[in-house]
């Protein structure tokens, strides 16, 4: 990445923006408790932008938006509340000059995958995390997991370890009740990373949803060249859709196809998600949805790249708690010793 990113101070002014769906316009208690845990947990002072909490506003009215927070030198960091799932039609025709002049970290999950790869190719590296309807407003308390590295993303330089999380969670609590919003959500033990692979791999993050890379391949969307890919470690999870196992060797396969699985250094998926409200898994369920997910990538993977290493069941993504991914940022694979270093 041609760009250091200057870390944050407590005091320091950032921009909360909302780059797919206004989910603060439908929810705004919980937007309103992401926000008071912004400014209590990390000392740093939100600032609102025009279509935030704006339902159906147009792209040029996000576009505009993320050019204006960028722009603004008050602003230290851009964070955004939620994603959503029209982003690619719109981040392909953003000017480069308001972010390559003012390059500054930028954070969100999901459909921002699509502002990520878009920052990527402009040299300027981002966080895949940390957004504020759900990992700042996690009802009763924010894990001090995804604290812990928020507080690296935001504050602290240089290697850190990506270390697996004692238990995990991915049911949730109804944002309609706010009389939930100060109960804990269920958690469940984590089995820790999975790994398959014993050569080392390193390189720049790339990657991010699933369904958002996937429809960066269906649109032709600008994405690193192969050349670049030879220097890259993919970082890919799956949303709250749930999509099949099959779905997902799908995706995988067309980066196989397309010459990228051959290419990178190293493979870390996250944990998937395995229940929402309209797919209620039991545990059982659960478990055997995240094995079909888990075969499938390797099987796909293995096809095309039978030495990288494949890391799966990590924390990022859309279950929690959440490691804030240094999009862009150099990771490390020690296959020997089963650990991951990414530069922060």
Not at 11 to 35: H, Q, T
């Amino acid at each position: 990445m041609s760009h250091q990113l200057r870390k944050l101070t407590k005091g320091d002014k950032v921009a909360i923006v909302s780059p797919s769906f206004a989910a603060p316009a439908l929810f705004p208690e919980v937007y309103k408790l992401g926000l008071k845990r912004l400014e209590e947990e990390f000392g740093l002072v939100p600032v609102e932008y025009p279509t935030t909490s704006k339902l159906g506003a147009s792209a040029k009215e996000r576009a505009d938006d993320l050019m204006a927070a960028f722009s603004d030198s008050e602003i230290k960091a851009v964070i955004a509340t939620i994603g959503g799932d029209d982003q690619v039609t719109y981040i392909k025709n953003l000017p480069l000059e308001p972010f390559v002049n003012n390059p500054k970290p930028f954070f969100g999950y999901s459909d921002n995958s699509h502002f990520c790869n878009f920052l990527f190719l402009n040299g300027i590296p981002s966080y895949y995390g940390g957004s504020i309807m759900t990992q700042y407003a996690m009802q009763g308390e924010m894990d001090e997991y995804t604290v812990a590295y928020l507080k690296k993303a935001l504050f602290e330089s240089g290697e850190q370890e990506l270390t697996a999380s004692d238990v995990y969670k991915d049911e949730g609590l109804d944002w309609n009740d706010e009389s939930l919003l100060p109960i804990k959500r269920q958690v469940w033990s984590n089995i820790g990373h999975v790994w398959d692979g014993d050569i080392d791999g390193q390189g720049l993050l790339w990657g991010g949803c699933v369904e958002s890379v996937d429809e960066m391949l269906r649109h032709d969307v600008l994405i690193p060249t192969l050349e670049q890919f030879e220097n890259i470690v993919l970082m890919l999870e799956t949303s709250e859709e749930l999509p099949t196992a099959e779905y997902v060797f799908r995706v995988f396969r067309a980066l196989g196809e397309r010459g990228i699985l051959g290419c990178v250094k190293g493979v870390l998926v996250g944990r998937p998600k395995a229940w929402e409200f309209d797919k209620p898994n039991t545990a059982e369920q659960k478990e055997v949805y995240r094995k079909l997910q888990l075969e499938a990538v390797l099987r796909a993977v293995r096809t095309y790249n039978q030495t990288i290493p494949v890391v799966q069941n990590m924390n990022f993504g859309h279950a929690d708690p959440q490691i804030s991914m240094p999009y862009g940022g150099q990771v490390r694979i020690d296959a020997k010793e089963k650990r991951i270093f990414a530069d922060f």
